[in-house]
């Protein structure tokens, strides 16, 4: 996009465009989302940014009236397979959160000034200023959400010190934690014990129509009994599921009844430092960063999906809340991951109705389980030799896997669409499929429902 088309994007406060850039005025020192409500500002006077963080990093404060923290994620860092859009997904995994920008560099294979020029180069901003916008994101929600002491947000959220969080604070929302705590009004009584009992609720937003009933459909059929279940009536389920994180587990809950352009959830945490890395899970897993406008443009002129395309808009291709769980699933099938949910799972300190555990780790399978073909994933995954964390090379990754017992290469696509969460994958090679690019994941999801 160039800047007169962004700025058209402003004037008629298209929300198509939310999270894919931001604009900043320089007579306000604001910045916003493309859809703020609030009036127009004058052409000479706005600034464009590919990323929140590269406009914080020059000094503008997040607008009171459109939340810009709070929009959808880029597309692009799905689509993208190269070492930012890998970046990208690891920061907003919490990887410089807990290991730094070292370890983010090791992990992309690349130096740290080289992971810092390539990103400041492509997105305005280096790991660290983006990680940091994420975090001061994360203290919002803790902040207005829950009642939890300001020196508790302050660590929880990722950040060194306590002053550290008050100066990001003041910085990106011109107020004090204090003070955005108040306008949310939850620092009193009943609405603080609701949080503490209830979970952190959250609004997890996404652009565009949310074929939701799709993709509770596909969740209801895949379920894994202990540690995942969909309630209530079509139109009104809830999903609930536990998860592994890295400093705890977690139960999660997302509601299927889209309130416009979100889902509503809560998440129960064990250690609340996993908060950031619990959220971006749940995003992969609803595929909730998708462009439904780019993928329903390029498959509705396409003859043999458009049916579909018309009677399913903003149909999503969801992801893995655990890729490596997903990995040993689809070796495995529903009913032995089932038994190896009840014998290797970890057991929760505190049920919650039908949820009792946490899928077993890799290490664990690896060492126990039954099967030359599962212990042999299992090494595989434990030992690093495959990878399929956040920030993985897909390629690398689909390549590794058939070599593996059991892993033929359709399996292999699936699982690189599933749990890479890869929008450009048709695990059985359809070659009209080649027409759907790079958006063969959704052609393929439609393709199974017409």
Same mark, same amino acid.
């Given at each position: 996009m160039d800047e007169r088309t962004r700025y058209e994007a402003v004037s008629s406060r298209d929300a198509?465009?939310?999270?894919?850039?931001?604009?900043?005025?320089?007579?306000?020192?604001?910045?916003?989302?493309? %859809?703020?409500? +609030?009036?127009t500002p004058k052409r000479q006077n706005v600034r464009f940014y590919p990323t929140a963080a590269a406009a914080?990093?020059?000094?503008?404060?997040?607008?009171?009236?459109? &939340?810009?923290? @709070?929009?959808?994620?880029?597309?692009?860092?799905?689509?993208?397979?190269?070492?930012?859009?890998? +970046?990208?997904?690891?920061?907003?995994?919490? /990887?410089?959160?807990?290991?730094? /920008?070292?370890?983010?560099?090791?992990?992309?294979?690349?130096?740290? =000034?080289?992971?810092?020029? !390539?990103?400041?180069?492509e997105l305005g901003a280096g790991p660290v200023a983006l990680a940091r916008a994420q975090r001061a994101?994360? +203290?919002?929600?803790?902040?207005?959400?829950?009642?939890?002491?300001?020196?508790?947000?302050?660590?929880?959220?990722?950040?060194?010190?306590?002053?550290?969080?008050?100066?990001?604070?003041? !910085?990106?929302?011109?107020?004090?934690?204090?003070?955005?705590?108040?306008?949310?009004?939850?620092?009193?009584?009943?609405?603080?014990?609701?949080? &503490?009992?209830?979970?952190?609720?959250?609004?997890?937003?996404?652009r565009g129509p949310y074929a939701a009933r799709e993709v509770f459909d596909l969740l209801a059929a895949e379920t894994v009994a202990r540690i995942e279940e969909v309630s209530g009536a079509a139109g009104a389920r809830t999903y609930r599921?536990?998860?592994?994180?890295?400093?705890?587990?977690?139960?999660?809950?997302?509601?299927?009844?889209?309130?416009? %352009?979100?889902?509503? @959830?809560?998440?129960?945490?064990?250690?609340?430092?996993?908060?950031?890395?619990?959220? !971006?899970?749940?995003? =992969?897993?609803?595929?909730?960063?998708?462009?439904?406008?780019?993928?329903?443009? &390029?498959?509705?002129?396409?003859?043999?999906?458009?049916?579909?395309? +018309?009677? =399913?808009?903003?149909?999503?291709?969801?992801?893995?809340?655990?890729?490596? #769980?997903?990995?040993?699933?689809?070796?495995?099938?529903?009913? /032995?991951?089932? =038994?190896?949910? #009840?014998?290797?799972g970890k057991v929760l300190d505190v049920p919650c109705g039908g949820l009792t555990h946490v899928f077993p780790e890799p290490g664990v399978l690896a060492g126990a389980a039954d099967g030359a073909e599962l212990r042999a994933l299992a090494g595989a995954l434990a030992d690093g030799d495959v990878r399929l964390d956040a920030g993985a090379d897909r390629d690398e990754a689909e390549q590794a896997l058939p070599r593996l017992p059991g892993i033929g290469p359709a399996a292999a696509a699936l699982i690189r669409m599933r749990a890479l969460g890869d929008p450009d994958v048709d695990p059985d090679g359809r070659p009209e499929a080649e027409r759907w690019r790079p958006w063969r994941s959704y052609g393929v999801r439609h393709l199974g429902l017409l």
């Amino acid at each position: 996009m160039d800047e007169r088309t962004r700025y058209e994007a402003v004037s008629s406060r298209d929300a198509r465009f939310d999270g894919v850039f931001f604009f900043a005025v320089e007579t306000t020192g604001i910045y916003c989302r493309p %859809s703020c409500p +609030a009036v127009t500002p004058k052409r000479q006077n706005v600034r464009f940014y590919p990323t929140a963080a590269a406009a914080q990093g020059n000094g503008f404060r997040a607008c009171r009236r459109c &939340r810009p923290d @709070a929009v959808p994620g880029s597309a692009d860092w799905n689509v993208r397979a190269d070492a930012v859009g890998r +970046a990208m997904r690891m920061i907003g995994d919490g /990887v410089v959160d807990r290991e730094g /920008v070292p370890g983010l560099a090791h992990r992309l294979g690349y130096s740290s =000034r080289q992971v810092q020029r !390539q990103l400041n180069a492509e997105l305005g901003a280096g790991p660290v200023a983006l990680a940091r916008a994420q975090r001061a994101h994360t +203290a919002r929600v803790l902040l207005q959400t829950t009642g939890l002491p300001v020196t508790e947000i302050a660590f929880a959220s990722g950040f060194a010190s306590v002053r550290q969080f008050n100066d990001t604070i003041r !910085q990106i929302y011109a107020r004090t934690p204090s003070a955005l705590r108040a306008e949310a009004g939850t620092g009193l009584g009943a609405a603080v014990r609701e949080a &503490r009992t209830t979970g952190i609720p959250l609004r997890l937003a996404h652009r565009g129509p949310y074929a939701a009933r799709e993709v509770f459909d596909l969740l209801a059929a895949e379920t894994v009994a202990r540690i995942e279940e969909v309630s209530g009536a079509a139109g009104a389920r809830t999903y609930r599921r536990t998860l592994r994180l890295p400093y705890g587990t977690g139960i999660v809950a997302v509601d299927e009844r889209s309130a416009g %352009s979100w889902l509503d @959830a809560r998440i129960h945490l064990t250690d609340l430092r996993d908060l950031t890395t619990a959220v !971006q899970r749940l995003r =992969r897993l609803f595929d909730l960063d998708a462009d439904p406008y780019a993928v329903d443009e &390029r498959l509705g002129a396409d003859p043999l999906l458009a049916p579909g395309v +018309a009677a =399913r808009p903003g149909l999503r291709s969801p992801g893995a809340a655990d890729p490596e #769980e997903f990995a040993v699933r689809t070796l495995v099938g529903r009913d /032995v991951a089932e =038994r190896m949910v #009840e014998t290797y799972g970890k057991v929760l300190d505190v049920p919650c109705g039908g949820l009792t555990h946490v899928f077993p780790e890799p290490g664990v399978l690896a060492g126990a389980a039954d099967g030359a073909e599962l212990r042999a994933l299992a090494g595989a995954l434990a030992d690093g030799d495959v990878r399929l964390d956040a920030g993985a090379d897909r390629d690398e990754a689909e390549q590794a896997l058939p070599r593996l017992p059991g892993i033929g290469p359709a399996a292999a696509a699936l699982i690189r669409m599933r749990a890479l969460g890869d929008p450009d994958v048709d695990p059985d090679g359809r070659p009209e499929a080649e027409r759907w690019r790079p958006w063969r994941s959704y052609g393929v999801r439609h393709l199974g429902l017409l």
